[in-house]
């Protein structure tokens, strides 16, 4: 996988886990983070949810060759 690939994993996984913990147990770990409470914004905090939304649309748009290269590594190691 390339570094931007990566990257961008993380930062959904990130978003993932932020949004499941808004809905569990209404924490925002975004806006603690940056010293704030549970729905409050500054610039930091919406650069990080920039970054996690484009992070998104990069990943759904890899997601077919992302797969692939995955199903075509286990094809060679089997062969």
């Known amino acids: 996988m390339r570094k931007l690939d990566v990257a961008a994993l993380i930062l959904v996984i990130v978003g993932a886990l932020n949004w499941g913990l808004v809905a569990l147990a209404e924490f925002d770990l975004v806006a603690k983070i940056f010293g704030m409470e549970f729905g409050e914004t500054n610039a930091a905090s919406r650069v990080v949810y920039g970054l996690v939304g484009l992070s998104g649309v990069w990943v759904a748009a ?11 590594q286990r094809a060679h190691a089997i062969a």
Request: hydrophobic share 25%; aromatic share 0%; charged share 25%.
């Open 62 to 72: 890899r997601a077919t060759t992302l797969l692939g290269s995955r199903q075509d």
